[in-house]
């Protein structure tokens, strides 16, 4: 792991997907949550991480206007294994081996948590996909909100994806 902090690339956008955004909107939308098939919230989970990627591409624009699009690498930090499965071997994505799942309970889950909000403070632009189905701040996560303070990232570097559009 100390390999890749110290190999951590100049140009590189953090994304934040909250999945299980995807999994509250499609609960809000079908009825429950358990009428919704598992083949179709995977195809949910691909139409979002990939609207979360052209998202990024547009802020990775922005930021970088001088780099090709091919030095610029994508930090994923996500609540969801499939989605870090979906990027396993795309050499545009910088993922962590941590699985999302320890964060809750068990052993070395806080240290965990803070490793990948740290990644995602280190980064000059930032994208994290909302939910507009809850109010106020709930509608970006308080991970994320957190990474951006830690940060100091400001706001025009901060790009809202909504996976609904």
Not at 75 to 90: P, R
Not at 112 to 137: H, I, P, T
Request: contains cysteine; aromatic residues 8%.
């Amino acid at each position: 792991m100390q390999m890749e902090l110290n190999s951590y690339p100049h140009a590189h956008i953090g994304i934040h997907f909250r999945a299980g955004d995807v999994y509250h909107t499609d609960i809000l939308a079908g009825g429950g949550g358990g009428g919704a098939k598992r083949d179709q919230r995977v195809t949910d989970l691909e139409s979002g991480l990939h609207k979360m990627l052209q998202c990024s591409r547009r802020l990775a624009k922005k930021l970088y206007p001088n780099e090709s699009e091919e030095s610029i690498k994508y930090y994923l930090a996500t609540d969801n294994q499939q989605v870090k499965d979906m990027v396993n071997g795309n050499h545009k994505f910088v993922v962590t081996g941590i699985i999302p799942q320890s964060f809750i309970g068990g052993d070395g889950g806080d240290h965990d948590a803070m490793l990948e909000m740290y990644l995602l403070a280190r980064s000059k632009g930032l994208v994290v996909n909302v939910n507009r189905n809850l109010k106020n701040a709930d509608r970006i996560s308080w991970f994320f909100q957190t990474a951006k303070m830690l940060g100091f990232v400001p706001h025009e570097n901060i790009i809202e994806c909504d996976l609904e559009t």
